[in-house]
């Protein structure tokens, strides 16, 4: 697994001075950046080849988040590939080897002039090294969405939403769907984010966002004008 360490800073923790889950999966997908670039298989090498990496589902488990200056390890591996789709995993401890947060996340590589899936390269293949999956309780894919809920106000996609392929940020539709919720305090309750991107939205965009509320869940989905859902957020509290 590749691996790096890092130090809770006071920029990434919230009100209660513990990592916020944002952080948290800008941690897990900044490991997946580090882990591509130190192969040669990163951000140049995918635009040379034409290809991009668009991610299509995250898990994220939470068992403790940690505080304020811990040193934490962060890592990541691939366990499989499946044509154009790629599986990957990724783990947080303490430097004690305690399990702060476990991730499966799902990608598929596409053909940036084609628009359509690819299969990955040679260089691709051979460059990461698969792993055994991580023992954890597995989602499904989908985030299914009931038809009740309760539409909240429309949300016009900034420039500070964007990421280098001018498409709103994985991160950024979950730190939208967290403002949403109606308690501002839940983020050092969530035990499971859960996370399905369904297309992407751009510039000048407008989402409209579902609320739907459960025992000990919420979903957000954000939606275009006919309904069709961007992202589709599910978050589980602690019970």
């Known amino acids: 697994m ?19 889950l944002i952080s948290l999966l800008n941690y897990f997908q900044d490991c997946s950046t580090f882990h591509s670039e130190d192969l040669g298989l990163g951000y140049q090498y995918l635009i040379k080849q034409d290809l991009l990496w668009v991610l299509s589902a995250w898990q994220i488990v939470v068992f403790r988040y940690p505080e304020l200056c811990e040193n934490i390890i962060v890592g990541t591996a691939p366990y499989e590939f499946r044509s154009v789709i790629g599986y990957r995993n990724f783990l947080m401890t303490t430097e004690e ?5 476990c991730a499966n996340s799902i990608w598929t590589l596409l053909d940036t002039k084609k628009g359509r899936p690819a299969k990955p390269t040679a260089e691709m293949i051979n460059g990461y090294q698969l792993a055994e999956k991580l023992p954890m309780d597995y989602a499904d894919r989908k985030i299914a969405v009931p038809g009740d809920g309760t539409m909240l106000s429309p949300i016009e996609v900034k420039p500070h939403h964007l990421d280098t392929n001018n498409h709103v940020n994985n991160g950024q539709y979950i730190s939208i769907a967290m403002d949403l919720l109606a308690d501002s305090n839940v983020t050092a309750e969530i035990s ?15 989402m409209y966002p579902k609320l739907i509320k459960a025992a000990n869940t919420e979903i957000i989905s954000l939606q275009d004008t006919d309904g069709n859902p961007y992202c589709v957020a599910e978050m589980t509290r602690r019970i």
């Not at 080897?97 to 947060?101: F, G, P, R």
């Not at 499971?192 to 407008?206: C, F, H, N, P």
């Open 2 to 20: 590749y691996t790096y360490k890092n130090r809770i800073r006071y920029s990434e923790i919230d009100k209660n001075g513990k990592l916020s």
């Open 97 to 101: 080897s305690e399990q702060l947060a």
């Open 192 to 206: 499971q984010l859960r996370a399905e991107y369904r297309k992407s939205a751009v510039l000048g965009d407008i």
